[in-house]
DNA sequence: GAGGTTCTACTCGGATAGTTAGTGTCCGAGTCGCCATGG
DNA sequence: CCATGGCGACTCGGACACTAACTATCCGAGTAGAACCTC
């Protein structure tokens, strides 16, 4: 079980992006530079971010990406499911109901034990990261951080 | 973020496991059989059980696996992590301390609030996990259940 | 000097190779049970 | 009939190919801005 590398890269992308004024737009290339990411394969990423309608992009000079709705809006567990996918890490296939000790569809109407637990699990972990949304990460960071972001990454 | 396809095999044999009598075992080719999977690589997950101390394995004919210990202390978090390693999903690189916007590593004293919080989610999955042992699946299932898999499997 | 037009440079978007982890398979070492044999 | 030695078959354990996903990269389509020319 193993997140893509480029979470980490998106999740910063996103909180940096946050921090800029409305209107403002930072390009994959300057996020590339700020955090030292390959640069196309980031915005590779970042397409998918758009894609899943939390960036917004705009094109031609002075173009980039800026959020698209507010920070208390966008959800770490919307970032991360937008680059990974919305699948869930185990999937249960119902062995149960193959080999020598198969079960009878009858009764396998109900999930069996194990699946459910899982996804039970699975579900706690979504709702702890759909609880924090960008601004709560911002209100974590110190007062002069989001100046200091956009002077270097935009500035 | 995928689970191999062994954990629901792995899950299942060792629910299987737990409803022999104490003493009784069953081979690799048995569970292969009984869930109609490759009995040679379900042998490898099963080796990877053995050795986090989960199954223990006797060689030579009547030989095989059984549980190591009895199931209420058998969780299934245990089981997830013994065939797919105990490593988080999400890896922080410390990206914060590279390019341009990069962080003194005196600002970097504390973990970043992105890094908290996908280990606070990873944390809140491995609780669930962990507070379900193979004897509350036992209780969960039809009161027929172990003979009947005793029947098939090693019958 | 103002407006329109053209041009340039910069942006994102999708299609294309390389590398690691998981998947599937095989053969060898060790051990227990069975059978033949001798007492 | 019973004990013993040998044999055989079955078990797990580790080492070897194959496939899919992530990683990394490139080039093309579109657009905003600026410069230039004309009126």
Redesign the interface.
């Known amino acids: 079980?193993?997140?893509p590398?480029s979470?980490?890269?998106v999740?910063?992308c996103a909180?940096?992006l946050a921090q800029l004024r409305p209107g403002d737009t930072a390009s994959a290339a300057q996020l590339?530079?700020?955090?030292?990411?390959p640069a196309p394969y980031l915005a590779k990423q970042l397409q998918a971010l758009t894609r899943a309608g939390i960036l917004a992009a705009t094109t031609g000079p002075r173009g980039g990406f800026r959020l698209a709705r507010a920070p208390k809006d966008v959800t770490?567990l919307q970032i991360v499911e937008a680059v990974?996918g919305p699948?869930a890490?185990?999937?249960?296939?119902e062995?149960?109901q193959?080999?020598?000790?198969?079960l009878s569809p009858q009764e396998c109407q109900e999930t069996c034990?194990?699946?459910r637990?899982?996804a039970?699990?699975?579900a706690?972990?979504?709702?702890?990261?759909a609880g924090?949304s960008l601004a709560d990460?911002l209100e974590?960071?110190p007062s002069g951080a989001p100046a200091?972001?956009r002077r270097?990454?935009i500035g």
């Open positions: 079980m193993k997140l590398t979470t980490e890269w999740l910063h909180t940096s590339a530079a700020y955090f030292d990411l770490m990974d699948v890490p185990y999937e249960c296939r062995i149960r193959q080999g020598r000790g198969a034990v194990l699946a637990t899982m039970e699990a699975h706690a972990w979504r709702a702890h990261l924090v990460i974590e960071l200091r972001t270097l990454l």
